[in-house]
């Protein structure tokens, strides 16, 4: 299995552009989420989805879209990059715990973004 | 939302010591995680906890699921140079499916 897996690696944007963060697990996870971790600090969680077609906002959701459209993909959207979005950003994914939420979450390597 | 505040902010500690952080919650958990996350990677998962007052071990480390389900704590013995890097607690709100991680806690092992 290739776990979680994020394209690009790097991007820089200019204020305004837009652009898609990719990631794909190919471990048939329902759970699926979209951290930020700025410099010297914890993640914050952007988005997640507990399936597909199912989605909903986190901590920090404003600035970003998501979709669900199949069980291995979970693209965040940035639609006016501001320099406030240059950040780290991690996708992750999970099986469902036996309370019914997430359990243990593997990551993918990250895709940095810097919005000059 | 939750506030996951850990400490110390970072340790420098020479090899072979043992190390104590811990983590402290506003509110109650039913589940608590560490992670560690190494330079330029994504965490990774060391330990989970899942009852009040739960040991668990997991080679040279070991984490407690506090009595009062808002603290957990993390101890690393004999610390060795690949124990470097950002560890994070985390975990899932008991109500819905948002997940908190951390402050964070930066260990540098001196050789």
């Known amino acids: 299995n290739a776990g979680v897996t994020q394209t690009p690696k790097f991007r820089i944007l200019k204020i305004g552009q837009s652009m898609t963060l990719q990631c794909t697990q190919d471990?048939?996870?329902?759970?699926m989420y979209w951290y930020r971790q700025d410099p010297g600090m914890g993640l914050k969680l952007i988005y997640y989805?507990?399936?597909?077609?199912i989605t909903d906002k986190g901590e920090v959701p404003n600035g970003y879209n998501v979709s669900r459209s199949t069980t291995e993909d979970f693209p965040l959207r940035l639609e006016l990059a501001a320099p406030s979005q240059t950040s780290v950003y991690f996708c992750a994914s999970s099986n469902q715990n036996s309370w019914g939420g997430g359990d243990e979450q593997f990551f993918g390597p990250g895709t940095r973004l810097t919005v000059l | 939302g939750q506030q996951l505040n850990q400490s110390p902010q970072s340790m420098f500690i020479q090899e072979g010591e043992d190390v104590s952080m811990n983590c402290t919650s506003s509110s109650i958990f039913n589940t608590w995680l560490w992670y560690k996350q190494d330079p330029g990677e994504g965490p990774v998962l060391l330990i989970a906890?899942?009852?009040?007052?739960e040991l668990t071990s997991n080679g040279r480390l070991t984490a407690q699921f506090g009595i009062t389900r808002k603290d957990s704590f993390l101890n690393i013995s004999a610390s060795i140079p690949s124990d470097v890097g950002i560890y994070f607690c985390?975990?899932?709100?008991?109500?819905?499916?948002?997940?908190?991680f951390g402050t964070g806690t930066s260990l540098t092992v001196i050789p």
């Open positions: 985390a975990g899932p709100a008991i109500t819905g499916n948002q997940f908190y």
């Open positions: 471990m048939n996870h329902n759970y």
């Open positions: 989805s507990v399936g597909a077609g």
């Open positions: 906890l899942y009852k009040a007052g």
